[in-house]
């Protein structure tokens, strides 16, 4: 391997005329986001990191220029038609890129809602899995042998015709869709329909149809009730609309649909995640009854492998799946060998815990990502440059050893490591760091420092070097001794089994534990009407939105606040534009070709659909004459496109505005535009906004605020910003419990709950609860260890 230290800090020759085997990946006036013309040089066959504070323009240098030229010029490659589209998408801000291998993208996504995506189909352990039952299963006498397509419950030839491979039914009953029988349909008997003119529709269809809605539901017939709400029938009507006093409506032709389809249809086929999540209220759901959950032909389920059918199998933590594995006979030696050596990867990342039948979408980002790093150690690739997310989110500080030897032997295959990431262990075990700031956003987008990490410690304003070499103990702050205190439990849930935990009120409580020990399944049952708490609050990483009409502007309210600035200028009054004028999400205002998003989806072939700038707009989201109106010399896309921080200083005598502005300048999140749109965030970035919201409100009363991993995606010195408002919120009397990995974090708690021992099967009970110094000391904690080094300091 090529000695890292070899390579000049800056390399004075022009990348133009750079070696034909450049040991080097060279960029040349990178100018993506906020980054500065920069020019930096990162040796191949290492493992980089990128590191900075949030926003500082780390993941703008690794992903938005160095991987995304990597990936133009991987389609211009391909065919004239890709070429066409790429233009479109458009090629980063740099000027040049010279010794860039092709490269491999492993990003922080949150898997798509959809229940056919497993553990097992993402790793492709679900294929090993099929084969070894159709070459090596025991079958019953006289059975014919099955392709390992009949043992997927997403194939036609192995689906359970009964649940169409699902596993389990989804039903609903009378009870469900009508809570109140006592009022009539024109009053809202029937729940489950949707609201505002759909649900009048329904209504009016009924009525139409001969039905008393006006009736109490109790007081209808039997028969007549099932129908209503079970019928497939869907008969079509002339609907005749009570007129309006203020407008006339015309008769109409409408459909019927019982309250059963409707719930079941909009479970199944609806885009958004709110309409779901209602639709799902009503529904309870069991194991199919013809395949016992399974979700496979008779057939398929009586072969047998180590005594166990396939969903048997399946349904097992990885770690037991090897065990099981363990002993076969020689005839299937070879395919198990290849399943057991597969699952080593996944396990090693701490992901043990997980069975192949897991559903994707109930992961995390984190756990996602380590689950395609796990693959790729499999995928025999070498000579390419592997770009990471922040692979360490979501990880206990023992899983984070194991992290580092995959990256390890992802270099030692023959690849480069570019890892984007602000785990301090992380960045020590590195052979290269590119340190960018040194602040964020306007602040940042220059890079401090680019070399081997020892180098980073003589760099003059680098945050990351301050909390990379200093080794003193953690502060000391006496813990808080609260005001009483609620309990939780006995749960039973996922793997936790009869667990109570009591948590103090008026003080800081961190829940730590490996990953996968129960940790968010427990802090998930503090819900409801607890004693001497006024309300409970969840801070979760769910996005504030799924398209980019939806940011951080419009989520905290602050948006209309500026609106109303905007339409009580001279210009918007004299033209007669109102407030809504100026919102990019109806009509009049806004640019009607991207429909106010300042994006037009572009669809790939093969490949998933991408967002480029609208050809009118540029990404103004507005107007021509909309944007003719200004404020203090900016029109309102240029306001939008304002940091928070300058946005504080623009609207700081607005006091609404200025209110929401700084909530979110004192949770660390000064860096982002107030239009950035919410495809662009972090999860944490997501559970920032939702706190920076929570604070804007009057907090009268208790308030118990839960939140999980608060510091994903966080730099130690943001942190530290984030820790000092969560603090400050105990000191005002209310309680805080955190989910957290970071263990300075945890040494700064009043009180600590300790998961484990392990993940999955071999967790999901307390090992310890405590004050941090006892935490530190408990046998038989795996964060005892990690906790201890940081009370201690000097390691």
């Not at 203020?246 to 609806?270: C, E, H, N, W």
């Not at 199998?313 to 770690?319: F, I, K, M, N, S």
């Not at 939008?640 to 700081?652: C, G, K, N, P, R």
């Not at 907090?699 to 943001?718: C, I, K, N, Q, V």
Request: net charge neutral.
């Amino acid at each position: 391997m090529r000695d890292p230290s070899l390579t000049p800090r800056h390399d004075p020759s022009p990348a133009a005329g750079a070696p034909p085997h450049d040991p080097c990946v060279r960029v040349r006036g990178a100018r993506e986001h906020n980054l500065r013309g920069v020019d930096v040089d990162v040796p191949r066959d290492v493992v980089a990191v990128f590191t900075g504070v949030s926003g500082s323009g780390k993941s703008s240098l690794a992903f938005g220029t160095i991987y995304a030229e990597a990936q133009r010029r991987y389609f211009e490659s391909v065919a004239p038609y890709a070429r066409r589209l790429i233009h479109q998408v458009g090629a980063p801000e740099v000027g040049e890129i010279t010794g860039l291998p092709p490269a491999v993208s492993l990003e922080q996504r949150r898997s798509a809602p959809t229940s056919r995506s497993s553990v097992g189909t993402v790793t492709q352990l679900s294929n090993s899995l099929r084969m070894l039952y159709s070459r090596a299963g025991d079958y019953p006498p006289g059975a014919a042998r099955l392709d390992s397509d009949a043992f997927s419950p997403n194939t036609a030839a192995g689906a359970c015709p009964h649940c169409h491979g699902l596993g389990r039914l989804h039903r609903t009953t009378e009870e469900l869709l009508v809570p109140d029988p006592a009022l009539s349909v024109r009053e809202g008997a029937i729940a489950a329909w949707p609201g505002a003119w759909q649900g009048k529709n329904l209504r009016d269809i009924l009525d139409a149809l001969g039905h008393d809605v006006d009736r109490p539901w109790r007081e209808l017939p039997a028969k007549e009730r099932e129908w209503i709400l079970f019928t497939d029938e869907q008969p079509v009507v002339t609907v005749h609309p009570v007129r309006d006093a203020d407008r006339i409506q015309r008769p109409y032709q409408g459909t019927y649909m019982s309250a059963r389809r409707y719930v079941l249809k909009t479970f199944a086929d609806s885009k958004s995640t709110t309409l779901r999540a209602k639709a799902e209220r009503f529904l309870t759901t069991s194991p199919c009854p013809v395949c016992g959950g399974g979700g496979l032909r008779p057939e398929a389920l009586a072969v047998t492998f180590a005594g166990r059918t396939i969903a048997e199998l399946a349904a097992l933590p990885l770690d037991g799946l090897a065990a099981a594995l363990h002993g076969t006979s020689p005839a299937a030696r070879v395919l198990t060998d290849d399943l057991k050596a597969r699952i080593g990867p996944v396990t090693e990342l701490g992901l043990g815990y997980l069975s192949l039948d897991r559903p994707t979408p109930t992961l995390s980002a984190g756990e996602l990502q380590r689950l395609r790093l796990a693959t790729q150690l499999r995928s025999g690739l070498f000579g390419v440059v592997y770009v990471l997310d922040e692979p360490s989110a979501g990880l206990h500080p023992a899983d984070t050893e194991a992290l580092r030897g995959v990256l390890a032997r992802l270099k030692a295959a023959g690849n480069s490591v570019f890892v984007v990431e602000h785990q301090l262990d992380v960045v020590r075990g590195a052979d290269w760091v590119v340190d960018v700031g040194p602040g964020a956003g306007e602040h940042g987008g220059r890079v401090l420092y680019s070399g081997p990490v020892p180098g980073l410690a003589a760099v003059p304003g680098s945050a990351t070097a301050r909390h990379l070499f200093d080794r003193s103990p953690a502060p000391v702050r006496p813990p808080r001794a609260g005001h009483g205190q609620v309990g939780v439990g006995p749960v039973t849930r996922h793997n936790l089994r009869g667990v109570t935990a009591r948590f103090p009120l008026g003080a800081l409580t961190a829940v730590t534990g490996v990953s996968g020990s129960g940790k968010s399944t427990l802090v998930g049952e503090i819900t409801g009407e607890l004693p001497g708490v006024g309300r409970v609050v969840a801070v979760d990483q769910r996005p504030i939105g799924r398209t980019p009409r939806s940011n951080l502007a419009t989520y905290t309210g602050l948006f209309d606040g500026v609106r109303k600035v905007f339409a009580a200028t001279g210009e918007a009054r004299s033209r007669g534009y109102g407030a809504g004028r100026f919102s990019f999400n109806v009509a009049g205002g806004r640019c009607e070709t991207c429909q106010g998003e300042g994006f037009v989806s572009v669809e790939l072939l093969f490949l998933p659909s991408t967002y480029a700038p609208c050809p009118d707009c540029g990404g103004a989201r507005y107007n021509p004459e909309t944007l003719d109106v200004t404020y203090r010399g900016r029109d309102i896309a240029q306001v939008l496109d304002l940091t928070v921080e300058a946005a504080a200083e623009f609207f700081a005598d607005l006091p609404a505005v200025a209110r929401s502005l700084g909530t979110l300048l004192d949770v660390g999140l000064g860096y982002l535009r107030l239009g950035q749109p919410a495809t662009e965030l972090s999860g944490g970035e997501a559970q920032r906004i939702k706190l920076a919201s929570e604070l804007q409100r009057g907090r009268r009363g208790h308030t118990l605020y839960l939140l999980d991993e608060p510091t994903t995606g966080l730099h130690p010195a943001d942190v530290e910003v984030l820790m000092r408002q969560l603090h400050g919120l105990v000191d005002a009397g209310h309680t805080v419990v955190v989910v957290e990995h970071d263990m300075t974090v945890v040494a700064g708690a009043d009180w600590v709950i300790d998961l484990g021992p392990g993940g999955g099967d071999a967790g999901g009970r307390i090992v310890a609860a405590g004050v941090p110094a006892e935490v530190a000391r408990a046998a038989g904690s795996r964060t005892a260890g990690y906790l201890a080094r940081v009370l201690r300091g000097g390691e």
